[in-house]
């Protein structure tokens, strides 16, 4: 199994998850354009309760987004998520990149007998972004927690999880 990626050409290429390294970490530098204060190398850590996934297209050692998650009883809970400087506007080299992100979190949540739940605090200025292009509800507005409901789980998956050909 595999996610579609899709190109901002069109073409479609397969992107899989796979656990963050310490020899990834090199990548993940600010001067290679990663959100800088972010520590991904935290989620390394033997007793941490997160960890960390890093997509990449397949046959392709660069990163294309990363993701920190927690799976809790009945639900994922996300940590970071955070796409490469080239899947962010205005470049955009791949145009789903932040989709596929919150869907592996929606596929760990349902493997793990979760319905597909997700869970996370927004940034105040991504509350809406969340609403309208997720689909994401607020459960605490106090909080900032929103969570990615199971419908939406499941078109996430449905829409970019694919049998590899």
Same mark, same amino acid.
């Given at each position: 199994?595999?996610? *579609?990626?899709?190109?901002? =050409?069109?073409e479609h290429y ?17 001067? =290679?354009?990663? *959100? ?14 997160? *960890? ?8 392709? *050692?660069?990163?294309?987004?990363? !993701? ?9 809970? &996300?940590?970071?998520? @955070?796409?490469?400087?080239? =899947? ?10 932040? @989709? ?7 596929? &760990? ?10 869970? &996370? ?26 969570? !990615? ?7 996430? !998956? ?8």
């Open positions: 199994m595999s996610w *579609t990626l899709i190109h901002r =050409n069109g397969e992107g899989d998850f796979s656990l963050l390294t310490k020899t990834d970490l090199v990548q993940l530098k600010k001067n =290679n354009g990663w *959100t800088r204060g972010l520590n991904w190398g935290a989620y390394l850590q033997k007793n941490e309760e997160f *960890t960390a996934y890093k997509l990449q297209v397949i046959g392709d *050692t660069h990163i294309q987004g990363l !993701i920190a998650v927690a799976i809790r009883d009945g639900y994922v809970e &996300l940590a970071l998520v @955070e796409k490469s400087k080239h =899947n962010r506007k205005p470049v955009q080299q791949f145009r789903n990149i932040g @989709e596929v992100l919150f869907a592996q979190a929606c596929l &760990l949540s349902v493997e793990n007998n979760g319905d597909g739940y997700v869970l &996370l605090r927004a940034k105040t200025g991504l509350i809406n972004h969340y609403i309208h292009y997720y689909r994401m509800e607020v459960v605490n507005s106090r909080q900032q927690l929103m969570a !990615i409901p199971p419908v939406e789980a499941k078109r996430l !998956i449905e829409l970019y999880y694919r049998q590899r050909s």
